[in-house]
């Protein structure tokens, strides 16, 4: 059951769907006018890829249908950012296997917590917060990047993108492992022992799980879209950024009943995008 504050602010939620889904089916829309006109496959091989992946993490519940759909559409998003094996969809992948394990794993503790996933899965709003900003950092948004996009802007956006999903798995990880594993958290802001999720609550255990998440999502993002050692230590250092950040707007904000959780995960995740992104182009 949902608390009166986050209940009051669900429309931080739907807003966060109103920007995030359809600015990817406008860029999915455009890029499937220019593949028909050259004759492109990919937008088939992106609708086959993303119809299969909205209907796994909807067959192992890991996500609602509508949140299925949402995932879809980033999977295309994605995918046809960065076609062919050379793809963002391996780190893709690594988040949604290592976020669904670490979901799974200490069911019963948080079942008692009253902190467990509900057995139907993520929400839409959930997967928006979690994984929008990776989709949007595909997206070409400035004059440079549509008109004259250059090895550099290339490189800023695909960090942009990978830290974004390191950072969703060090969350992930952070919160529900440090839940079973982590012991009394302490406040980020105070460092003062805090119950067993509390907003912006930390533990050593949680903390470790999300560093060891974010190094393999950065590990397989460097090995498969081939960047550079020094971009990778870029993108891993950036999601740990946004993972203290996440912390700190959960205890600033949230606590507060400013932000939502959905809010905090997203503006978390966009702290690691925009870190890196700048951080490559320097």
């Not at 009051?8 to 089916?25: T, Y």
Request: proline residues 4%; positive net charge; charged residues 10%.
């Amino acid at each position: 059951m949902k608390n009166q504050p986050d209940f009051q602010l669900h429309w931080q939620s739907k807003l966060l769907l109103l920007i995030v889904v359809p600015a990817s089916c406008l860029w999915i829309f455009l890029q499937a006018v220019d593949a028909w006109a050259s004759h492109d496959p990919v937008v088939m091989q992106a609708a086959g890829i993303s119809i299969a992946f909205g209907l796994f993490v909807w067959s192992v519940r890991a996500a609602t249908g509508p949140a299925a759909a949402t995932g879809a559409i980033i999977t295309a998003c994605l995918y046809l950012r960065t076609p062919g094996w050379h793809t963002t969809l391996f780190p893709l992948a690594a988040t949604l296997t290592l976020t669904l394990l670490a979901t799974r794993i200490g069911r019963g503790r948080k079942e008692q917590l009253g902190t467990a996933e509900g057995t139907r899965g993520r929400e839409a709003s959930q997967v928006a917060a979690n994984l929008g900003v990776a989709a949007l950092a595909a997206i070409p948004l400035t004059a440079t990047q549509l008109f004259s996009p250059s090895a550099l802007t290339t490189t800023a956006s695909l960090a942009a993108i990978a830290a974004a999903l390191a950072e969703a798995t060090a969350d992930t990880l952070s919160s529900e492992l440090g839940q079973v594993f982590g012991g009394q958290p302490r406040l980020l802001t105070t460092l003062k022992p805090v119950p067993t999720g509390t907003d912006g609550g930390i533990t050593t255990a949680g903390t470790v799980a999300g560093c060891f998440g974010a190094a393999i999502v950065t590990s397989i993002a460097v090995f498969i879209i081939r960047l550079s050692l020094q971009t990778g230590v870029v993108i891993f250092f950036c999601a740990i950024l946004g993972l203290f950040a996440d912390s700190y707007f959960g205890a600033v904000f949230e606590r507060r009943g400013w932000l939502n959780n959905d809010a905090v995960n997203f503006l978390s995740t966009l702290v690691a995008a925009i870190a890196a992104y700048r951080l490559v182009q320097m």
